[in-house]
């Protein structure tokens, strides 16, 4: 799956959105990365459910799965690059906008199990019943449509976003204060999430997945569909992304990024700023979370582990932050290669992994993209 | 009928040894064969004639006496399947060791096939545990007269009480006479009389003890005269206003124990961060390296555990102190200025670290065994105890504290590291080498933070994750303390430990800490330079 596949010249084409293409402008990176969406929409859905499973081009179902949690971390690092990138604000909290959003998605899909659970209980989840609870929680109301839960994945790290933003920004906590705050507020809501009465499934978290929309969830075909839709939503985010720095609000942001005090001179608000893009890439790390649960069929209090949010960190860093595509690259590039190494030496993933922080930190501060920007240029 | 059971044993036993042979039997006392031939009807079918064999043990007052009672009550009295006799048997790799209860002399060895343990309820235990303690208030040594005497409160019956009553004049302690005082107090307070049992309240009056509250609570209701229920009543109130009281003290303790070790951990940052400006997300590793640093000092020396503590310090001190040295020469150097940059830099050092420490040692938890001296606890009263080891800790944060004041202070390493932080330039300016001096500050940051991990490790398991823990409550007490403050660091550590362990009764531990953490982001928002701002230049290029 290397760019090959695509030349870049016809990459534009395959995509039917000929309005935005001034906001390609000039963007390389952007086209092949669309491109390279374009192209696996539509290669692993036949390649996986049309060629047969004994010819060497057939991709199996866990591939699919595989690639489709790649592309749930890409657009997590997208969603990452977006507020650190371009509005130099280190967020080590947007592992929490990510489980929020995967919570939401999990409790449509533990309602859509109804009277298959192990107790049978039409409405309530299996550890509900456990707990000897007798209704429904409030805030579990709805979660069985699933528009409402769709909306949710959404409002929820929005709103969260919103507040944290409003709240920090507004009196001007920056810096590292920010991101150890952000820290805090991810480790704050792991350990809220891990009591039984929170109503989460505690400790366990949410699992046992049936399907999504009629649709069995461990189906090839659901699996396809999940990693299709993981797709699109990377290119779709991409574009948001892409619009929003080319805006003129874009413009501002980035020169919040570059000298806040200055910009805030000349008359700008830059608070509102800051806290418009930080809550859409709120709700773009949620989107992230919600097309990861289906796939990987559980999610539990340790995606909020501030362990998880500063790894995106590094998957910006790695891939090259301030450019989008870059950052979406790092974040599946970073985790196929946990991947093949913690199957091949898994004491050694830790070490590559802090490495990788100190490497691209002293000697590669722009990442992959800058390194092959480099190679151009001499 | 229990005599006839244990007369015939003894015929039988008598009969045994006269035709195994005579000299076996001469080695023996008279002492000896009745302690023996009591002990082996321990072996007894029923629950009632064992305990009757206990009662003869306890009363026989042979010297092995206590030690067959609390081997039976421990667990470790068995008897053969073969023969019936009783010995104590310890658990080894195959099977048992046995040894002679009578003698106390090794009796070889059983597989778990040969052996049976005597089977006790829990009634006779607390009948046995009774019995030792009684035998016990008569020894010479005061810490088991005190826990004979603690032992009993839980059944002061009349008999107890009249063994008490004659030994009472004679106890030199003070506080095992009052704890024999309550004994007496408390058998009088079920006599008949109601003029004794009101004598028996005022003689109690003052005591926060349970047993005291409980039986006091039950005259105050229960109690057939007027008069008795009436001081019970004032008595009981009194008693809960005190022993709530208390609990507050107790629990304004476990704060500040808890808000020294979060000041601890958090010194080092205090430095690293505050008066350096450098984010070291690795602060919490260094913290694990100290407590390493000790489990591996005292493993050096395992016939000085008391002593290997008072090695462990200063090891860890520079063990820490080094890697934090190695730390800023070899990546935070090149990266001052650029603290998110920093910040990142440092996270991958302490994924290192961890996973170093995982492969080095194991990814299992460590047990630092505390010195003897720190075990224990000062009991005020009742209803309050300190416990040593945080005396300890809260005494040692403190120490670390004011040893680190002065150096800021009085030393002309803090005079430098000071006019660093202030004005680089201009320190360079007047001859301070200022990149030895941001190694050494750093290096004392880690150092610090080193000692931390000592003091954890008295408390808490070590493991890879120890220092993961504290990192982002250390971060917290800096920035609500005030950065670059050292008085903010304490007075933040210990008021968020109090916070913290008065929350906990309410909300429970977890719950405790989001409310902790909801504070202190909210109260950025009111003060965002912490309780204790930095004032002048350096507060405005900050």
């Known amino acids: ?378 | 009928m229990r005599i006839n059971v244990g007369y015939w044993r003894f015929i039988g036993m008598m009969l045994a040894t006269l035709l195994i042979g005579a000299p076996a039997m001469a080695q023996m006392s008279d002492a000896d064969t009745e302690f023996a031939e009591q002990v082996a009807a321990l072996n007894a079918r029923s629950f009632d004639e064992k305990a009757a064999a206990a009662q003869a043990i306890a009363d026989s007052g042979h010297p092995r006496a206590s030690t067959v009672l609390q081997a039976l009550i421990d667990s470790r009295l068995y008897f053969r399947v073969v023969g019936g006799d009783v010995v104590l048997a310890e658990p080894t790799d195959g099977g048992f060791a046995l040894t002679d209860p009578v003698t106390g002399e090794a009796a070889g060895t059983a597989t778990q096939y040969e052996v049976r343990r005597v089977v006790i309820n829990n009634a006779i235990r607390g009948e046995v545990r009774d019995l030792i303690a009684r035998a016990g208030l008569t020894s010479p040594d005061a810490t088991v007269r005190r826990d004979a005497v603690r032992q009993l409160l839980n059944n002061p019956d009349p008999a107890v009480a009249e063994q008490i009553a004659t030994l009472i004049e004679d106890e030199p302690k003070a506080d095992i006479r009052q704890d024999m005082a309550l004994v007496l107090g408390l058998s009088r307070l079920g006599s008949d009389e109601p003029a004794e049992r009101l004598l028996a309240l005022d003689a109690l009056r003052g005591s926060l003890a349970d047993r005291v509250r409980n039986q006091v609570r039950d005259l105050a209701t229960n109690d057939p005269d007027e008069r008795v229920r009436q001081q019970a009543g004032a008595m009981l109130s009194n008693i809960e206003d005190k022993r709530q009281l208390w609990g507050l003290a107790e629990q304004v303790f476990f704060g500040l124990s808890m808000g020294s070790v979060l000041m601890l951990a958090a010194f080092g940052l205090a430095i690293t961060f505050g008066v350096m400006g450098v984010i070291n997300m690795a602060h919490g590793e260094l913290i694990m390296i100290g407590a390493y640093t000790t489990y591996v000092v005292q493993l050096l020396m395992p016939n000085h555990i008391d002593y290997s503590i008072l090695v462990a310090i200063p090891a860890a001190f520079l063990v820490a102190g080094a890697f934090g040295v190695a730390i800023e020469r070899g990546v935070i150097r090149f990266l001052y200025g650029r603290p998110l940059e920093t910040l990142l830099a440092t996270f991958g050092l302490s994924l290192i670290l961890q996973q170093l420490v995982r492969t080095v040692f194991s990814p299992l938890n460590r047990q630092v065994s505390s010195p003897a001296w720190m075990s224990g606890s000062i009991e005020v009263n009742a209803a309050f105890s300190l416990t040593l080891n945080r005396l300890y800790v809260i005494a040692f944060a403190l120490l670390v504290f004011f040893a680190l004041l002065a150096i800021f202070k009085r030393t002309t390493l803090g005079l430098r590291v000071r006019a660093v932080s202030q004005n680089r330039a201009m320190a360079r300016a007047v001859g301070v080498s200022s990149s030895r001096i941001d190694s050494l500050t750093f290096g004392l940051g880690a150092g610090v933070a080193g000692l931390a991990g000592v003091a954890l490790s008295q408390l808490t398991n070590v493991g890879p994750n120890l220092g993961q823990g504290y990192i982002v409550d250390s971060f917290l007490v800096v920035v609500f303390g005030g950065v670059g403050n050292l008085w903010g660091t304490l007075v933040g550590g210990l008021s968020l430990g109090v916070l913290n362990k008065f929350l906990e009764p309410q909300t429970g531990a977890v719950l405790a800490k989001v409310l902790v953490l909801v504070f202190i982001i909210l109260f950025i928002q009111k003060r965002p330079q912490g309780l204790f701002p930095q004032r002048g230049r350096a507060a405005s290029e900050g």
């Open chain 1, 1 to 378: 799956m290397t760019a090959k596949m695509t030349p870049s010249g016809s990459a534009t084409d395959l995509i039917p959105l000929a309005a935005h293409r001034r906001i390609l402008h000039g963007d390389l990176g952007g086209k092949i990365l669309l491109g390279l969406m374009a192209a696996l929409i539509v290669l692993v859905p036949i390649l996986n459910l049309a060629v047969p499973s004994d010819s060497p081009l057939h991709i199996s179902t866990y591939a699919v799965t595989l690639m489709g949690r790649y592309l749930c971390f890409a657009l997590l690092a997208l969603s990452l690059d977006l507020v650190w990138g371009y509005c130099g604000i280190l967020s080590l909290g947007h592992g929490a906008f990510f489980a929020l959003g995967g919570y939401a998605m999990g409790m449509y899909l533990m309602r859509q199990i109804g009277d298959r659970g192990v107790y049978g209980d039409p409405v309530l989840p299996d550890f509900m019943v456990f707990l000897g609870w007798e209704e429904l929680p409030w805030y579990w109301l709805g979660f069985d449509q699933f528009w409402f839960a769709a909306f949710m994945v959404l409002a929820v790290p929005g709103t969260l976003g919103f507040v944290f933003g409003w709240l920090a920004f507004r009196s001007r906590v920056t810096g590292v204060y920010l991101s150890i705050i952000s820290q805090a507020m991810t480790y704050a809501l792991m350990l809220a999430f891990f009591r039984n009465e929170m109503g989460f499934g505690g400790n366990n978290g949410l699992t046992d997945f049936k399907d999504i929309l009629g649709f069995s969830i461990s189906a090839p075909s659901t699996r396809v569909a999940l990693f299709v839709a993981s797709a699109l939503a990377l290119a779709l985010s991409y574009l948001i992304c892409r619009a929003i720095v080319r805006s003129r609000l874009g413009r501002v942001v980035t020169a919040v990024r570059d000298a806040e005090p200055r910009t805030r001179s000349i008359g700008y608000r830059t608070d509102r700023y800051k806290v418009w893009v930080w809550t859409v890439s709120a709700m773009l790390a949620g989107l992230a979370g919600a097309l990861y649960v289906p796939q990987v069929g559980i999610i539990n209090p340790s995606e909020f582990s501030p362990l998880n949010s500063i790894e995106a960190v590094v998957w910006v860093a790695v891939g090259g932050r301030g450019t989008l595509f870059g950052a979406a690259l790092g974040g599946a590039l970073v985790n196929y290669a946990q991947t093949l190494l913690t199957a091949w030496l898994a004491e050694l993933w830790l070490f590559v992994l802090g490495g990788l922080f100190v490497a691209v930190t002293l000697f590669f501060p722009r990442g992959l993209v800058g390194l092959l920007r480099r190679r151009e240029g001499s």
